[in-house]
């Protein structure tokens, strides 16, 4: 029986996957279809050679706090060390291509960010020699710092700044993504998986704030359209905090679908934004999703709703809307391993994995993953090795076995009540079905499915 449950989460995860075909941009842009033909079927060529991709920079570690103690900051350089290290400790690294990180341009910044921002958080003392001295001390002037408890210097409470390196660290990280973005979306590297921090996807227009100065998955979802021409983008977030500076950014863009997966518990957690009911405006109506976790930690979320969330609303609205590359904001603060104000759900690195595969049949394979949050060491390299390896297109048949007995352990009572319910509110859309459960969902997730269901279109 456990065979051939297997051999049918094996078909079905076949059935999500598409032909990776190379990248069309600009004016000879068509849509990439999903389709069940066989490569002797089309007339694109697929590329075997292609490598995935890795990048991480040293200047990146600078980012600390001057009191010197990372025990009172979950967001430090031991976070992309650790990573580095067991990439390397598993052999991963050396599958991969390395590339080299590159720090983002003042002009690059400021395809997302206002000038006074990037000024103001992009520049150092050194640095600033080089510019307008005038423009510059007038914005500097208007900078506010609050002394934290350990001693140290924030632009909030939990946001350190280090005067000599934050800037410098943060426009690495932007840069390293956008690179690296530019790479798998010429077609150079399959795909690719950048180590950076600090992370981005709280940082908005105007304000650095939860860890944040520079959102690097929107300064490169930006530039692929301004220098690329990529007329589809996919934003995944699965952080366990809302990416409310990435909503932000694209909230009016139909050409960027920002879908996001948090907990959320009724706006009580971090930042408080990401609500069901937020799906975009104007022309962007529909094209922001986002999969609001309630009702605490009784159970905390685990891999069980992560997968039946991407079978039932993240999977069948991506490959509606078709995208030419996907970004991924990465963060692990979702894995178990967490304390309840930094996270508190119980999602294994193996289902990270899984759901990186599921990504990987979209948009010929084109997916880039930017670490964003996450905190718990052992955690955070479970999650990030496995990963890598679905990149790598190492699977396991021990990860499918696990994650059968995950979703058996969800009780099947939900299942028909939930499929009823998700049927009757994407049924009211001409161009959408439900897809099969394969878990059941807590009731508290029926609003959630609902509300996507019933607010989502293209």
Request: proline letters at 5%.
């Amino acid at each position: 029986e456990k065979q051939k449950q297997l051999q049918q989460l094996r078909r079905q995860t076949a059935h999500m996957e598409t032909l990776a075909v190379p990248m069309m941009l600009g004016s000879a842009h068509r849509p990439l279809f999903r389709t069940q033909s066989s490569p002797a079927s089309t007339s694109l060529t697929v590329c075997l050679c292609l490598v995935a991709g890795l990048v991480y920079d040293s200047q990146m570690l600078k980012h600390q706090c001057t009191c010197g103690d990372n025990s009172s900051h979950p967001e430090h350089a031991g976070r992309i060390q650790s990573i580095w290290s067991r990439l390397q400790e598993r052999g991963l690294r050396g599958q991969c291509e390395t590339i080299r990180g590159r720090k983002a341009t003042l002009e690059e910044l400021q395809s997302v960010h206002s000038e006074r921002h990037v000024l103001l958080y992009g520049t150092n003392p050194l640095n600033r020699l080089k510019l307008d001295n005038r423009k510059l001390a007038g914005i500097l002037s208007q900078r506010m710092f609050v002394m934290l408890p350990c001693g140290g210097v924030g632009v909030d409470n939990d946001t350190i700044w280090n005067e000599s390196h934050t800037s410098t660290a943060s426009r690495m990280a932007a840069g390293s993504v956008t690179e690296l973005a530019f790479r798998v979306a010429k077609g150079e590297l399959k795909n690719g998986f950048a180590v950076v921090r600090p992370p981005g996807h709280h940082a908005d227009p105007s304000n650095p704030m939860g860890f944040c100065y520079f959102n690097s998955v929107a300064i490169a979802a930006k530039q692929l359209q301004q220098k690329l021409s990529a007329n589809k983008i996919l934003i995944v977030d699965w952080d366990v905090h809302h990416g409310n500076g990435t909503q932000e950014v694209f909230y009016n863009d139909p050409s960027v679908l920002y879908i996001s997966l948090h907990r959320y518990d009724d706006g009580n957690f971090f930042p408080g934004s990401g609500g069901p009911a937020e799906v975009g405006s104007g022309a962007g109506e529909g094209f922001n999703v986002n999969v609001a976790w309630t009702g605490g930690l009784d159970p905390p979320m685990s891999d069980a709703e992560y997968i039946a969330a991407f079978r039932t609303v993240v999977m069948p609205i991506a490959q509606e809307f078709s995208p030419d590359v996907i970004l991924v904001s990465s963060g692990f603060d979702a894995a178990e391993g967490h304390p309840a104000p930094l996270g508190g759900y119980k999602v294994t690195g193996k289902c990270f994995g899984f759901l990186t595969r599921q990504l990987m049949g979209l948009a010929g394979g084109r997916v880039i993953m930017a670490l964003e949050g996450g905190h718990d060491l052992t955690a955070i390299c479970d999650a990030s090795e496995a990963c890598v390896s679905a990149l790598l297109g190492i699977e396991s048949v021990n990860v499918l076995e696990d994650l059968i007995i995950v979703v058996q352990r969800r009780s099947p009572s939900n299942l028909t009540e939930l499929e009823g319910i998700c049927r009757e509110e994407w049924e009211k859309l001409p161009r959408y079905r439900c897809a099969k459960l394969v878990a059941s969902y807590p009731k508290r997730l029926e609003a959630v499915i609902a509300a996507n269901g019933a607010s989502t279109k293209y």
